[in-house]
């Protein structure tokens, strides 16, 4: 009797800058979790990254369904980047569903991996599938691994107390498993998440556990892939990191605004998709002194925030478009008390419901203009994940000098990406100086007696003997406080309001360019197309071309040097997830005949899709029309 000696396969190795991954399945398959931990993971390893969640925007769609689809992307690289990939190297895809909705994104030659288990006649009917593509050769021009991840993962499971819909709900693990393996990512970081996160449930524990050795074994001992693919650690300035997204970089800049102003901070909220992750962060953060109030509508959220404000207090509200919208009167409130409070505005795709786990960038005009009579506010908005932390102490720095309500402007597609952080020293951070009024003998207390540099008007706390004054919606006296219907008031302090607001422009950074100083075209935009829009504008350099980028995070006032740097340009091109908003804004201030570029899909810009347009803009090409996938085909049913 003879013993063979099983060997484990040769696998050549190759080696990648880059690599993006996109994992997607059914919105019960926890593709939102894989791709997080496979995006930890990674984030231990030392890669840069940047990812792109994608959620149903149906709440329970039907199993198997288009509109259930859920997906994830992350791309990573050990070099600098900004954007989560124009398109997947590697698309895994857990059902039919999955497949259709995202394979038009694969190019020829990507590497496809799918459960064959899910490929049955009924979830095929279910996807619009008239024939299996696993076996029709219409997958013939991409790498195809059709897995049985279903029975492979049960097998795995074989001999443990746990239903047939436990040991289903964790073949996502034995997916991660695998692709961990695929792309020489150690299981330690998602072993040590398991083992916290599921404590309390050891079954679940267990099951979890096997899964993913079960799929990272299987990758290691088949011979069904013949390479494997590495991405060495990126070359990054030393500190620490953590991987955050903007959501989460967001609750720690308000949170650190109200150390560094000494201020408890106060959030109250209603919640609604994407901002809810806000309310949820700040939440965990009562040991600092945070106070959040999920309030019982938009309206109420704002109001007690006002109400905080006017009690000495940080005053933070957040909401999505809809959300804006019914805020709208509270906030001219705080435009006619001028009172410091800011409002956390993380956009989605409208009108109304419109695709509310989508992005967009529409509610521009509505933070500038989406208010009875002339009722200016500052605006700012971020540009990356990790920008979001420093934009937040931004806001409320101007609010507070200014005595001003701010608009924070986010996104969903910054709210829910993450990348890298380099945290910060806490003593690098910028201080934020307020100061409340204090009672003058003798003097009658004038609660409109601006300060001469900023224009901003004392933060008179109540209950101080000295200090009492009206409050309210109705025009104030600026010599008294008191009710005022006097036309030449009403004219002045409507002028001083908006000189409060303009005059911030000679305390907020000049726009910096980058790329040539002047030339054929400045590629403008704000928030989340900062990645594709820096990305595409150095492509175009490489390439001879004399293309200049830059980013505003200043939306209301400009910063002042917008003007000439405009003038140094003969073409401006301004993308937005928008149908032209910020291009509206820029022509009406500085007639300057800038470009619109606009994209209303609810996902991000492509790097490619910039350069096209940029191309047409220079004369290089035709009309550049951006092209949509197939995507989710419209299914009966309700609205979410």
Not at 189 to 207: G, H, K, M, V, Y
Request: proline share 7%; glycine share 10%.
């Amino acid at each position: 009797m003879t013993t063979e000696t099983l060997s484990k396969p040769e696998h050549a190795v190759e080696e990648r800058d880059r690599v993006t991954i996109r994992f997607a399945g059914d919105s019960g398959d926890g593709m939102q979790l894989t791709g997080t931990q496979f995006t930890k993971t990674t984030a231990v390893f030392g890669n840069d990254i940047a990812t792109l969640p994608d959620y149903p925007a149906e709440i329970r769609a039907p199993t198997g369904s288009l509109p259930g689809v859920s997906g994830f992307q992350i791309s990573f690289s050990s070099d600098d980047i900004r954007t989560p990939g124009d398109q997947p190297d590697a698309l895994v895809a857990m059902n039919p569903a999955a497949l259709k909705v995202n394979i038009g994104d694969l190019p020829a030659g990507g590497l496809l991996i799918v459960d064959a288990d899910e490929f049955n006649s009924n979830n095929l009917k279910k996807a619009g599938y008239e024939t299996n593509p696993l076996e029709d050769g219409s997958l013939k021009a991409y790498q195809l691994h059709a897995i049985e991840i279903t029975r492979q993962n049960e097998l795995a499971l074989e001999g443990m107390s746990i239903n047939a819909a436990q040991k289903f709900k964790s073949r996502n693990f034995y997916a991660l498993g695998l692709v961990l393996w695929l792309y020489g990512r150690p299981l330690d970081t998602t072993i040590r998440w398991a083992t916290q996160r599921f404590a309390r449930t050891p079954d679940t524990l267990e099951a979890n556990l096997r899964a993913l050795r079960a799929g990272h074994a299987f990758g290691e001992t088949t011979e069904m892939f013949h390479q494997r693919y590495e991405v060495p650690a990126a070359h990054v300035a030393p500190g620490t990191y953590r991987h955050i997204s903007g959501n989460e970089a967001t609750a720690l800049g308000f949170l650190a605004a109200s150390v560094l102003s000494g201020l408890p901070l106060f959030y109250g909220s209603y919640p609604i998709t994407p901002a809810s992750d806000v309310l949820h962060e700040l939440s965990k953060l009562k040991n600092f002194g945070v106070k959040t109030f999920q309030a019982e509508d938009e309206i109420a959220g704002i109001g007690a925030a006002i109400g905080a404000s006017y009690g000495g207090h940080l005053a933070l509200t957040g909401t999505s478009g809809p959300g804006l919208a019914l805020k709208s009167e509270a906030l001219n409130l705080a435009v006619m008390t001028e009172l410091p409070l800011v409002l956390i505005d993380v956009q989605r795709a409208g009108p109304s419901t419109g695709m509310p786990t989508k992005t967009e960038q529409a509610d521009l005009l509505q933070a500038m203009f989406g208010r009875n009579s002339d009722s200016p506010v500052a605006i700012v908005a971020p540009s990356t994940p990790t920008d979001c932390f420093f934009m937040a102490i931004e806001a409320f720095r101007i609010a507070l000098k200014y005595m001003v309500p701010v608009i924070y402007m986010s996104d969903g597609y910054l709210g829910n990406g993450s990348e890298p952080w380099l945290i910060p020293d806490i003593a690098d951070l910028p201080k934020i100086e307020w100061s409340y009024a204090r009672p003058h003998d003798g003097t009658q207390f004038n609660p409109y007696e601006r300060d001469p540099v900023t224009l901003a008007r004392p933060w008179a706390v109540p209950g101080q003997p000295g200090l009492e004054h009206r409050i309210g919606g109705i025009e104030k006296s600026g010599q008294n406080g008191n009710i005022s219907y006097d036309p030449r008031n009403h004219h002045e302090m409507t002028l001083a309001r908006a000189a409060r607001v303009a005059g911030i422009a000679n305390d907020i950074p000049l726009l910096e360019v980058q790329g040539p100083e002047s030339g054929d075209l400045l590629v403008l935009g704000w928030g989340g197309t900062y990645g594709a829009i820096t990305s595409a504008a150095e492509a175009a350099r490489r390439e001879g071309k004399s293309v200049a980028s830059a980013q505003l995070k200043y939306l209301n006032p400009f910063p002042r040097n917008l003007g000439e740097v405009l003038s140094h340009y003969k073409h401006v091109l301004v993308p937005e997830l928008n149908n032209g908003q910020l291009s509206l804004l820029v022509r009406a201030k500085f007639l300057v005949d800038a470009v619109p570029f606009n994209k209303i899909a609810g996902q991000p810009f492509k790097i490619r899709e910039i350069q096209q347009k940029i191309d047409e803009v220079l004369g290089l090409r035709g009309p550049y029309t951006i092209e949509f996938g197939p995507g989710a085909a419209p299914q009966p049913g309700g609205d979410s």
